[in-house]
């Protein structure tokens, strides 16, 4: 490493001593215009083949040094870049013409960029103004329903809850099915303040995903961060208030009907009708505040930004806060070298209330909040008291994360640049548990308290070398790179009970009756990679990339850490061909095909070491007790890769002057050799082991359509829609067509109700369908025989469907009732602006997804004696045999299909109004802009399901646990008001 830093800094010289010589410089000013004659700020300038640029300040001017013979390169997103030869000139005035659907416009891939026209791969991008247009807390937010085949979804509504990112479905089981973040190159965990979001770029299929090797199966999303980009000092100021509301309350049986209908075995006449959901839930609120400072000149950039936000739940005692900084600094030190450097740092806070929203939905509406004896709790319900838990459970995560990264690039010829980066993270993680004795469960343990503390630490080094050279009709870039990164985990935590005072919570875990229980752990992972891309292009018509990574991971066996992740595309632009070249009406036309491989290798660190635990049973040896050791975890030396093979196929058209763009992709990917986590059985000593089994296919077709509709200088209406089809089927499991994933509701459920099956998506619903509800004895007698199933079979109860006609309803009738995979997913976007005055309109949905509501075990189902949802007003009684509710009592445990929902739905995710100041109210202020705004998010949603939100996953970014509700954090709507001012 010294070596390389060494010759880096000997090239620089030598560059630095011949670059003053190859021309006379001198100063070149002059102003950029549009064709209609507006001044273009922040247009980037820069002399080709060297780090020396410059942007055009407010009133479209710039100044630069350059010599005769060199060339200035003009570039502006939404204009055609222009190239203009340096003689003798003093003045150089460049007016820049529309590209409409930006096909000029600069696109970040990986290792590099491109521009649009000559993309090779599937890829997607959103720009910093559309994050920007909407409030959003996390980044993650600015994709959703934005670019096809990528599909987000909210888990919960929790404040500061990552929502879950899917790039062309699910293709693991235990590894994480999430994408790679790359932030100014560097993998990044965690969300940043979107307003420092330049451009955000999708690598959808394996041409684009394979640079990055071992991580890029799940798709990559690169974030470029914003750099300073005028010649004079500017400030922006965003502020950003909204008021939040439960979208809806869901209707349960009040006091009154809960006495009176025979829910209950016993009747509370005298007691009051307490409604759960009004206690718990409030309204919250929303503020946002970012400033921004940008400046500039010739040799050197600022850019740095504050961001503040504080969300308050609209569950009580809920909420998230955050305060982000960002310093991101460029210096060109010679005219062939300059140096870059992101330094970013993060606070957040978040608390929260486990458990409060489900026990809101299901304690009985006839007891009071509090007693002469303290919370309400009722044994035989089993659920917390809900309003006690936000009083007295605390439940608060701190982060703390500190990220840099030092960047040297050199350009050693015009065709030829070096660039080496550094960079580190640190992200710390603390967390304080504490339970009050008052709680139920907590009393007779005398309360509960805990602190735990994590750190990571990242560190990687990057060194790349790019060429690019143009002769005749010939281009061709070559990029190659060597990578290292390493990772450490280190956590400690500590908890008590018997508590001897409540007062002091978890800050003297000392001060009780017991030992403390303490626990720590350390791990660490190291990556290292070699590889590179060589792009051909032959006369803006035939193009090829071809892509290689080797790669190395610390987590496998030593005989298979090294895998190899190759990829291939070519693409044809028809548009260019004689026999469509005169074709008016068309701008552009490509036809893309690729082929990769990528992999991944996200699985726990250290599973190729066994781990063994302190066991509860004492071993006898030499007479005396030793303490025996459990083995946890075990080796598999054959554990390799699990690799994703994907083809894909694509059409970019551009019609009537670039004003239509249409892009569709066929894809097919197959995921091999999954890294899956097995249990041994107790017999052949537990424990657990990573295995390779399995194969999962997704296939798909993505549709994107961008318009602009309107265009002049009153009306402007533009539009995007995408669709995206995706199949997701477990092809292989070896010796094991049907897998249970476990049981995830216990006591309420006692069947698997999530499984993977040979021929069926993964994580599929499965349980017995219910045909409907016995009328009579009649239509008992008439029914096979289901007491086997713990449902005796008698008027009022449901009836289980014999699905193999074999006359009794047993184990063999299960089959699939439900499944979380959407059939497609949609989104439309339309940008409406007049003069001052713009509208933005976002929908976005999801059809086919159901949802396995377990909530309805109880609300529907009648278990032990939680409140019931007011559909259960229509329960099965001989005066009502025609109802949808079975009788009371008549309770199944099974899991059946009535437990499961529609989960389709469309929202209207944003709908805001924008209207900015005209300038000519502005000049005494010293204001060069002023926006104001009002906005809406989830106001309006569409859909049959019948809990709080139909976009709901209890169990998170689980690749097997998904379309879950169990009582989760429901999202909730807004309005927001905002000011934005420029000075």
């Avoid at 005072?501 to 000392?510: A, F, G, R, V």
């Avoid at 094991?736 to 998506?761: C, R, S």
């Avoid at 007011?870 to 199944?892: C, F």
């Avoid at 099974?894 to 109004?913: M, P, Q, T």
Wanted: neutral net charge; aromatic residues 10%.
């Amino acid at each position: 490493m010294n070596r390389f830093k060494l010759i880096l800094f000997i090239l620089a010289i030598v560059c630095f001593g011949s670059g003053t010589v190859i021309a006379q410089q001198h100063t070149i000013t002059g102003i950029v215009t549009s064709t209609d004659g507006e001044s273009l700020p922040g247009v980037n300038i820069q002399v080709k083949g060297s780090v020396t640029g410059t942007v055009t300040n407010a009133d479209g001017a710039y100044s630069i040094s350059a010599g005769s013979g060199e060339i200035l390169v003009f570039s502006f997103i939404g204009m055609v870049p222009q190239e203009v030869l340096v003689a003798d000139q003093q003045v150089i005035d460049v007016i820049m013409q529309n590209s409409t659907t930006d096909l000029e416009e600069l696109v970040i891939i990986g290792y590099g960029y491109t521009t649009k026209k000559d993309l090779t791969g599937s890829v997607g991008t959103v720009s910093g103004k559309q994050i920007t247009d909407v409030p959003i807390v996390r980044t993650e937010e600015a994709l959703r329903g934005r670019i096809s085949g990528v599909q987000v979804f909210q888990n919960s509504g929790k404040p500061g809850d990552a929502p879950t990112v899917l790039i062309r479905g699910r293709n693991t089981i235990n590894a994480g099915s999430g994408p790679l973040w790359i932030v100014d190159g560097f993998p990044f965990a965690g969300s940043i303040n979107p307003n420092d979001i330049e451009s955000m770029t999708v690598l959808k299929d394996a041409s684009a995903t394979a640079i990055y090797g071992s991580r890029g199966s799940n798709g990559v999303i690169l974030i470029t961060t914003r750099k300073g980009k005028t010649d004079k000092q500017s400030i922006s100021l965003t502020a950003n208030y909204g008021v939040t509301d439960l979208r809806h309350k869901i209707e349960l049986l009040n006091a009154h009907q809960w006495n009176h209908i025979g829910v209950a075995d016993t009747v509370v006449v005298e007691s009051p009708d307490t409604d759960w959901q009004d206690l718990v839930y409030r309204k919250g609120s929303q503020q946002d505040y970012n400033l921004n400072f940008s400046n500039g000149s010739e040799k050197s950039s600022t850019f740095a930004s504050v961001n503040y936000k504080d969300v308050d739940g609209i569950v009580k005692g809920t909420g998230y806060q955050s305060l982000k900084v960002r310093v991101n600094y460029e210096m060109a030190l010679t005219k062939n070298f300059k140096i870059t450097n992101n330094l970013y740092g993060s606070m957040s806070r978040s608390d929260e209330k486990t458990g409060v929203v489900s026990e809101a939905l299901l304690f009985p509406p006839i007891y009071p909040v509090k007693t002469d004896s303290g919370w309400t709790y009722i044994s035989s319900v089993g659920e917390g008291n809900p309003v006690g838990n936000i009083e007295d459970r605390d439940n608060l995560w701190r982060y703390y994360k500190v990220y840099d990264q030092l960047t040297g690039q050199l350009t050693l010829f015009k065709n030829l640049t070096i660039k080496s980066s550094l960079s580190g993270a640190v992200d710390n993680r603390h967390n304080q548990n504490f339970t009050n004795r008052s709680i139920s469960w907590a009393y007779s343990e005398q309360g509960f308290a805990q602190q735990q503390y994590s750190v990571t630490s990242n560190w990687a080094n990057e060194n790349q070398a790019t060429f690019k050279k143009v002769f005749n009709n010939h281009s061709v870039a070559a990029t190659a790179f060597f990578t290292q990164e390493f990772s450490r985990d280190e956590a400690f935590n500590a908890s008590n009970r018997l508590l001897l005072t409540q007062e002091l919570k978890y800050n003297n875990l000392n001060l009780n009756d017991t030992m403390a229980r303490v626990g720590s752990s350390a791990s660490q992972d190291a990556l290292m990679s070699f590889g590179g891309r060589f792009d051909y292009d032959y006369n803006s018509r035939y193009y090829a990339t071809i892509t290689f990574r080797r790669e190395s991971s610390s987590k496998f066996a030593e005989n298979h850490k090294w895998a190899n992740f190759p990829a291939m595309a070519l693409a044809w632009r028809i548009n260019e061909e004689a026999f469509l070249k005169d074709v008016a009406v068309i701008s552009n036309m490509k036809l893309r095909l690729s082929y990769g491989i990528t992999g991944t290798q996200a699985i726990g660190r250290g599973y190729t070491r066994e781990r063994y635990n302190l066991s509860s049973t004492y071993a006898i040896f030499n007479n005396e007790p030793q303490q025996a050791l459990n083995l946890t975890r075990r080796t598999n030396p054959d554990l390799t890769w699990e690799t994703t093979h994907q083809y894909d196929g694509g059409l970019d058209i551009s019609l009537f002057n670039s004003r239509l763009a249409l892009t569709t992709d066929y894809y097919y990917k197959i995921t091999k050799d999954l890294l899956f986590l097995e249990s041994i059985p107790a017999a052949y000593g537990g424990g657990q082991r990573y295995i390779n089994k399995g194969t999962i296919r997704n296939k798909g077709l993505e549709l994107s359509l961008d318009a602009s509709i309107v265009e002049n200088k009153g009306l402007n209406w533009k539009t995007n829609a995408n669709i995206s089809f995706n199949r997701n089927k477990v092809l292989d499991l070896k010796d094991t067509k049907v897998y249970p994933l476990g049981q995830i509701a216990g006591g309420w459920i006692n069947d698997e109700t999530h499984f993977m099956m040979e021929g069926y998506p993964l994580g599929i619903f499965r349980g017995y369908i219910v045909e409907g509800i016995f009328t009579g004895q009649d239509e008992v007698k008439a029914h096979p025989d289901q007491k086997g199933m713990g449902i005796e079979g008698k008027p009022g109860e449901y009836k289980i469907k014999d699905i193999n006609n074999d006359g009794v309803i047993d184990q063999k009738d299960a089959t699939i009732i439900g499944n979380p995979e959407p059939d497609f997913i949609f989104g439309l976007t339309n940008e409406l602006s007049y003069k001052n005055l713009s509208l933005n309109i976002f929908l976005q949905g999801s059809v086919g997804n159901e949802v396995y509501n377990i909530l309805n075990v109880a609300h529907k189902g009648g278990l032990k004696r939680y409140n019931r949802s007011a559909a259960y007003l229509d329960y099965w009684s001989p005066e009502n045999t025609e109802a949808s509710i079975p009788a009371p009592g008549a309770i199944t445990t099974k899991s059946v299909s009535a437990y499961v929902e529609d989960g389709s739905y469309v929202k209207l995710r944003d709908i805001s109004l924008t209207y900015s100041v005209p300038k000519k109210y502005l000049e005494r202020l010293n204001v060069s802009n002023l926006g104001l705004s009002i906005s809406a998010q989830n106001y309006l949603t569409f859909s049959r399901y019948e809990g709080y939100d139909p976009e709901v996953s209890t169990w998170g970014s689980s690749s097997t646990y998904q379309g879950i509700d169990w009582g989760t954090y429901p999202a909730s709507k807004s309005i927001t008001f905002g000011v934005k001012v420029d000075f």
